[in-house]
């Protein structure tokens, strides 16, 4: 199987989360067979939620080694810890809190609350993605990455025509401006995204049908962040019904 983009179409969100879901834990047991632990990258948003949740309402829930699951974030709201819009709020109450993971291998993005200001929170955080990196990288080899994706194709924070997108020599920027609320967050550049053996994106909605078929037909990723996506291993679009009605027929893989 080449990497080449695939799209895999279900009939609503919620199917679509359960098949993430199921999918996630097969992967993740078969990685564990392998290797020592699992890097992840979690994401915001409603449908990153949803997901979540499926994993954890799942009865194949615990065939995970939660121990030797490592958790990271692509992007953050830059909002008190705690806060219910947090990203890493939303993580906690949908999953996190219910598995048996350690805390050291948690690694929650900073908060206003920490003291520091946005841009001593991305460089600590490109600290923290660098002290756990292998040799010769600014990060951790990452096995997942989940991205949600924008009805504007922003993915992680990363918004269409902003400075964030064109970042290519830093793992973590401060973004100012969201055209999203709130206007302030962290985020994962690109190159840190793209270097996910695998990433999956997760869409669900006719507010996200245009974006996701620009996305798949060749827009800049400038204009479309989502354009510019593209795992190691595999790039996978999850996406209901909905989301997907501008996809071009060629790139659909599965229709359940
Ligand atoms: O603000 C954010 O939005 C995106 C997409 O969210 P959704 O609710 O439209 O699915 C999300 O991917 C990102 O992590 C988050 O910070």
């Known amino acids: ?8 179409i279900h009939q609503d969100r919620d199917t679509l989360a359960g098949s993430l879901a199921a999918r996630f834990i097969t992967k993740v047991v078969d990685l564990l067979d392998q290797q020592a632990e699992v890097n992840v990258v979690l994401t915001g948003g409603t449908v990153g939620a949803a997901v979540l ?3 954890n309402a799942s009865p194949a829930r615990d065939s995970i080694d939660w121990s030797r699951v490592v958790i990271w974030w692509g992007d953050e709201r830059w909002l008190p810890r705690g806060d219910a819009e947090r990203n890493d709020t939303q993580s906690r109450a949908a999953l996190l809190d219910h598995v048996n993971l350690r805390p050291e ?11 520091i200001s946005l841009d001593e929170a991305a460089a600590l955080y490109a600290a923290e993605l660098a ?9 951790p080899r990452f096995d997942v990455t989940f991205l949600g994706v924008g009805p504007d194709g922003h993915v992680a924070s990363l918004f269409p025509e902003s400075a964030g997108v064109r970042v290519t020599d830093a793992t973590v920027v401060a973004v100012r401006n969201s055209p999203k609320p709130p206007p302030e967050r962290l985020s994962f550049t690109l190159p840190v995204i793209n270097s996910s053996d695998r990433v999956w994106l997760a869409l669900a909605g006719s507010d996200k049908a245009s974006a996701l078929g620009l996305a798949l037909a060749g827009a ?13 291993l595999r790039t996978v679009f999850f996406v209901d019904r909905d989301a997907a009605a501008e996809v071009p027929a060629d790139l659909i893989a599965v229709e359940y």
């Open 1 to 8: 199987m080449t990497n080449a983009r695939r799209v895999l």
């Open 220 to 232: 800049s990723t400038l204009e479309v962040p989502a354009a510019g996506v593209e795992g190691r």
């Open 53 to 55: 949740s499926a994993i």
């Open 105 to 115: 291998n948690i690694h929650w993005l900073p908060a206003p609350d920490d003291g």
């Open 131 to 139: 002290a756990a990196a292998p040799e010769g990288s600014d990060f």
